[in-house]
T-cell receptor
Framework: NAGVTQTPKFRILKIGQSMTLQCAQD?????MYWYRQDPGMGLKLIYY???????DKGEVPNGYNVSRSTTEDFPLRLELAAPSQTSVYFC???????????FGSGTRLTVV | GNSVTQMEGPVTLSEEAFLTINCTYT??????LFWYVQYPGEGLQLLLK?????DKGSNKGFEATYRKETTSFHLEKGSVQVSDSAVYFC??????????????FGKGTLLTVNP
């Protein structure tokens, strides 16, 4: 039972480069989320999805894009990396309303 | 809007000490309340939850009671262990309207337990 799998675990990007953070879950959860975690700031919601083909913005979507072509996968795209996007990124999923989240182990991204 | 306020950390305790981490919330409806724990280098894991007023969530010796009158959900443990060292997050999901699958998190409290 893999749960939520995130890749890569670590990445260093140069300013202006692009990359995709991968997230996959094998629990058939409808809801998926991307958060970023900055020191002392808790978790901020970037984007979320309530099902395949449906995505919506969270609190801090600028500079990011997502897609949800399948129930299992929810990749996060950074088009033009900026130092402000240096953070730890967590993907999570949940079965439905008011239920527990299952988190991936995170991607630590540094933009230099 | 919804918000969660946790006590500022870091918190440093000796093994077997009593732990309290305060959490208060603001919500427009009737939220469910959660405590998540993040061990070093890992993602967050659900520690306990409560879905209505006066409910008590408990797990691994930790407890928290949903207090609607004080809008609080304080985390307690009678005797902490070194293995409890982690970051603890209070969170809520607002059960009014159609968006109660989204969580609002507090900033987290770092707990360090020394032997």
């Amino acid at each position: 039972n893999a749960g939520v799998t995130q890749t890569p675990k670590f990445r260093i990007l140069k300013i202006g480069q692009s990359m995709t953070l991968q997230c996959a879950q094998d629990m058939n959860h409808n809801y998926m989320y991307w958060y970023r975690q900055d020191p002392g700031m808790g978790l901020k919601l970037i984007y979320y999805s309530v099902g395949a083909g449906i995505t919506d913005k969270g609190e801090v979507p600028n500079g990011y894009n997502v897609s949800r072509s399948t129930t299992e996968d929810f990749p996060l795209r950074l088009e033009l990396a900026a130092p402000s996007q240096t953070s730890v990124y967590f993907c999570a999923s949940s079965h439905g309303q008011g239920t527990r989240y299952t988190f991936g182990s995170g991607t630590r991204l540094t933009v230099v | 809007g919804n918000s969660v306020t946790q006590m500022e950390g870091p918190v440093t305790l000796s093994e077997e000490a009593f732990l309290t981490i305060n959490c208060t919330y603001t919500a427009t409806g009737y939220p469910s309340l959660f405590w998540y724990v993040q061990y070093p280098g890992e993602g967050l894991q659900l520690l306990l939850k409560a879905t209505k007023a006066d409910d008590k969530g408990s797990n691994k010796g930790f407890e928290a009671t949903y207090r609607k009158e004080t809008t609080s959900f304080h985390l307690e443990k009678g005797s902490v262990q070194v293995s409890d060292s982690a970051v603890y997050f209070c969170a809520l999901s607002d059960n009014s309207g159609g968006s109660n699958y989204k969580l609002t998190f507090g900033k987290g409290t770092l707990l360090t337990v020394n032997p």
